[in-house]
């Protein structure tokens, strides 16, 4: 959490606050205002919540493993996950969880749409190539393979070699050559943050 988005962490949970379940949360070794705040926040949540701290900075990949060990010591089948950079609805979760519900065995991934106000040229093309390699390797048709929002199955997940923000797309590969149904949802997105 930098300066530009001090104030975007705090909001994000308290919208995933509204949800019944409990919720882990990864500090990603994280150097600034973060740990406080993700503190009070588990401390107030009456043992629903708990924070795990990664003293330094591991990666993406890393933090969602650490997650979903979590998720399974604790006895839960799947595992949400969505980006605290408040780009994602929380809302948008409720249909994720239905579709995992249809779908249990599925990665369930959130598909943003195409066109986003705000949406970085170099996003776009980055979201374009990451989707037609993924198409090219193992023949999954993927609208949003870099997709922060999703539902892992957690007994069904297969390993993944990639490190930080390449793990998200390698899985799809792999959960497609392991025969895992991927189900997209259409979810809302933005890039217009009030905090920036």
């Known amino acids: 959490m930098n300066d530009e988005r001090s104030n975007i962490l705090p909001g994000v949970l308290a919208a ?3 949800f019944p379940w409990p919720i882990v949360v990864v500090n990603d070794g994280s150097a600034d205002a973060t740990a406080p705040v993700l503190a009070d926040w588990e401390l107030n949540s009456a043992g629903k919540h708990v924070v795990i701290t990664h003293p330094e900075n591991r990666g993406k990949a890393a933090a969602l ?12 089948t799947h595992a949400l996950t969505i980006d605290s950079d408040g780009q994602h609805d929380p809302n948008d979760l409720h249909a994720l969880v239905a579709a ?3 779908n249990p065995t599925a990665l369930v991934v959130g598909a943003r749409p195409a066109q986003i106000p705000g949406y970085p040229w170099t996003g776009r093309l980055g979201r374009w190539f990451s989707n037609h390699a993924v198409w090219a390797e193992c023949g999954a048709r ?3 393979t870099q997709s922060g929002l999703r539902c892992y199955p957690l007994a069904k997940l297969p390993q993944a070699r990639a490190g930080r923000y390449a793990y998200e797309t ?3 590969t792999r959960a497609a050559w392991a025969g895992i149904p991927i189900v997209e949802v259409p979810i809302t997105c933005t890039y217009t943050a009030p905090e920036g």
């Open 100 to 102: 995992a519900g249809a």
């Open 65 to 76: 493993l650490t997650g979903f060990v979590a998720a399974k010591e604790r006895g839960f």
């Open 142 to 144: 993927v609208h949003d």
């Open 16 to 18: 995933l606050d509204k």
């Open 170 to 172: 390698e899985i799809i």
